[in-house]
Nanobody
Framework: QVQFVESGGGLVPAGESLTLTCVGS????????VDWYRQVQGKQRELVAS???????NYANFAEGRFTISRDNFKGTVSLQMISLKPEDTATYYC????????????WGQGTQVTVSS
């Protein structure tokens, strides 16, 4: 399956912007939906946004209007542009997708840390 490497995380002050990128090991035409999740230490991972193969996108309520997800199937990349960042956006952000191999499985990237200072 396609392997993703996330990048773009960092430390920024509140109100600033960051763009996270997942770079795949190949094209991603065959992947139905690629998601960005985030996780605060000690809490469950939560869905941030999804980029679907039909071009549609979905966002969590907290991401609506501030975050934009996009995918480039040829380049095999999925980006998450985040603006107006808040301290509560501090988390590790992961790329994710489901794939079928002897049953449905989940792929998770290694994650990239986003820290927003107040």
């Amino acid at each position: 399956q396609v392997q993703f490497v996330e990048s773009g995380g960092g430390l920024v002050p509140a109100g600033e912007s960051l763009t996270l990128t997942c770079v795949g090991s190949g094209s991603i035409f065959s992947i139905n939906a690629v998601d960005w999740y985030r996780q605060v230490q000690g809490k469950q991972r939560e869905l941030v946004a999804s980029a679907n193969s039909d071009g549609s996108t979905n966002y969590a309520n907290f991401a609506e209007g501030r975050f934009t997800i996009s995918r480039d199937n040829f380049k095999g990349t999925v980006s998450l542009q985040m603006i107006s960042l808040k301290p509560e956006d501090t988390a590790t952000y992961y790329c994710h997708y489901d794939y079928y191999k002897n049953g449905w499985r989940e792929y998770w990237g290694q994650g990239t840390q986003v820290t927003v200072s107040s």
